[in-house]
């Protein structure tokens, strides 16, 4: 389950009001990409545009490294969006390995034990690895089509 585009355009407002940053541009441009590749592969682009743009709705809570990834799915297990949680946590992995991540473990040892069961129990969808790729594609400037397009090739 997941909120509709409109719900999801004003979780992630109210979230920039509570920790302003431009992990709020990032979003969008995860979203953005995410839907533009959904459409192309015949995925549910709406579905794809939701998880995209609210996969770090855990930095609603303030500045955090991997904490932000527990926030977020406890947050959107909260409201009822699976599969918005689910992004919420395996978009920070691309490697299904808790500790690969290099961020600071800021979290507690539960929700590492839970994170790192989460993570083995799973096997990743194509939404996991699509957001998963255009969190690596995106930041707050845009996405990797933009910096192309906007590149001169001597």
Not at 4 to 19: D, S
Not at 39 to 51: L, P, T
Not at 119 to 142: F, H, P, S, V
Request: charged share 25%; with cysteine.
């Amino acid at each position: 389950m997941y909120p509709n585009r409109e719900k999801a355009i004003t979780e992630l407002n109210l979230a920039g009001e509570l920790n302003p940053g431009p992990w709020t541009k990032h979003s969008h441009n995860v979203a953005n990409a995410a839907e533009l590749i959904a459409k192309s592969c015949g995925m549910d682009s709406e579905k794809a545009y939701v998880c995209g743009l609210l996969h770090d709705i855990g930095r609603r809570t303030g500045i955090a490294a991997v904490r932000h990834i527990i926030d977020g799915y406890d947050y959107a297990i909260l409201q009822g969006w699976s599969d918005v949680a689910r992004v919420c946590l395996t978009h920070s992995f691309p490697v299904k390995d808790i500790d690969a991540d290099i961020g600071k473990k800021d979290i507690t040892n539960e929700q590492y034990i839970f994170i790192k069961n989460f993570l083995d129990e799973l096997e990743y969808d194509d939404y996991d690895k699509l957001i998963i790729l255009c969190d690596a594609l995106a930041d707050a400037n845009g996405f990797i089509e933009e910096m192309i397009n906007g590149m001169k090739v001597v």
